[in-house]
């Protein structure tokens, strides 16, 4: 079946420093893929989103680029603030109308 | 235009109890999940909805109950709660279009306590 695996966490680091949240999957087919965020007290909302191989998504200086030889969807910003702290899902959505996520990583930025 | 509500915010029950969550959406969209959302095990999907008067199982479909009466409106019931149905509950509504199913757009959550 459908799967996403993120790296665990959390994740801590400083204002400023660079960051990567790795995610990997696992499906048939060509999945979209996504990456939501979701800050304390509230839903999820969409971050970024990718629909074919090679595809870059990019929100807000966070990037993730669609690889399917290595079936990855990383995570990155060249420098986080205070603000970006929050917890983020990768997820996946391969046919149908469903989304698979993972489990979030949970993302502090001290300043 | 408030996207997607949710009703209540928090409730405790007690075992065996009763209750009625409620997702509410005023962006006209076709499609409304409810998902559960506990700690390292990401967001599972409980039920979703196609359109009005439509629903369908996802993945942890037991114990819970829903409807979709009016296309606003998307209603998970929990007719005897127990203690594993402690989580916090996300509704979501997206959009169909070209054939697609477009992005989710997700409430602020209700967090439920089953004692």
């Known amino acids: 079946g459908n799967s996403v695996t993120q790296m665990e966490g959390p994740v801590t680091l400083s204002e400023e420093a660079f960051l990567t949240i790795n995610c990997t999957y696992t499906a048939t087919g060509y999945p979209s893929l996504f990456w939501y965020v979701q800050y304390p007290g509230e839903g999820l909302q969409l971050l970024l989103k990718a629909t074919k191989a090679d595809d870059k998504g990019s929100n807000k200086g966070f990037e993730a680029t669609y690889r399917k030889e290595t079936t990855s969807f990383h995570l990155e910003k060249g420098s986080v603030q205070v603000s970006d702290s929050a917890v983020y899902f990768c997820?996946?959505?391969?046919?149908?109308?469903?989304?698979?996520f993972g489990a979030g990583t949970i993302l502090r930025v001290k300043s | 235009n408030a996207g997607v509500t949710q009703t209540p915010k928090f409730r405790v029950l007690k075992t065996g109890q009763s209750m009625t969550l409620l997702c509410a959406q005023d962006m006209n969209h076709e499609y409304m999940y409810w998902y559960r959302q506990d700690p390292g095990m990401g967001l599972r999907l409980i039920h979703y909805?196609?359109?009005?008067?439509?629903?369908a199982k996802g993945e942890v479909p037991d114990g819970y109950n829903v409807s979709r009466l009016k296309k606003q409106n998307f209603l998970l019931g929990l007719e005897s709660a127990a203690p594993s149905q402690t989580s916090v509950y996300f509704c979501?509504?997206?959009?169909?279009?070209?054939?697609?199913?477009?992005?989710?757009?997700f409430g602020p959550g209700t967090r439920l306590l089953v004692l």
């Open positions: 997820a996946l959505r391969s046919g149908g109308n469903k989304l698979v």
């Open positions: 979501a509504s997206s959009p169909f279009s070209g054939g697609l199913q477009e992005t989710q757009y």
């Open positions: 909805s196609v359109g009005e008067g439509t629903t």
